[in-house]
């Protein structure tokens, strides 16, 4: 089994930044891909960016493209999202994920484990 934890969410007025960390522990092998996804009131879960194992591929949502940053570190078996220029529109839950594959994309289905999120909030 594999345990997803979230932390780093919290208050930020517009402009502003946060740094999401997302522990990974269990059986995790060398070559997941790692996830982060986010949920806004009323809306769909949608997603934000992903990382391969090695960290050389890298894919980040259209609507956080030169905002938010995704990177990881294996040593430690954590994936780490920076948020600059944050938005009120970035305002959601925020989960992170863990797919079994080594190659996954984008979709929810592709994605195994999931921790319970962490909420930012963006003020105007």
């Known amino acids: 089994q594999v345990q997803v934890v979230e932390s780093g969410g919290g208050l930020v007025q517009a402009g502003g930044s946060l740094r999401l960390a997302c522990a990974a522990s269990?059986?995790?092998?060398?070559?997941?891909?790692m996830g982060w996804f986010r949920q806004a009131p009323g809306k769909e879960r949608e997603f934000v960016a992903l990382i391969s194992w090695s960290g050389g591929i890298t894919y980040v949502a259209d609507s956080v493209k030169g905002r938010f940053t995704i990177s990881r570190d294996n040593a430690k078996n954590t994936v780490n999202l920076q948020m600059n220029s944050l938005k009120p529109e970035d305002t959601a839950v925020y989960y992170c994920?863990?797919?079994?594959?080594?190659?996954?994309?984008?979709?929810?289905?592709?994605?195994?484990?999931w921790g319970q999120g962490t909420q930012v909030t963006v003020s105007s």
């Open positions: 269990g059986r995790i092998s060398n070559t997941n891909v």
């Open positions: 994920a863990v797919s079994k594959q080594a190659v996954a994309g984008s979709a929810e289905y592709q994605y195994d484990y």
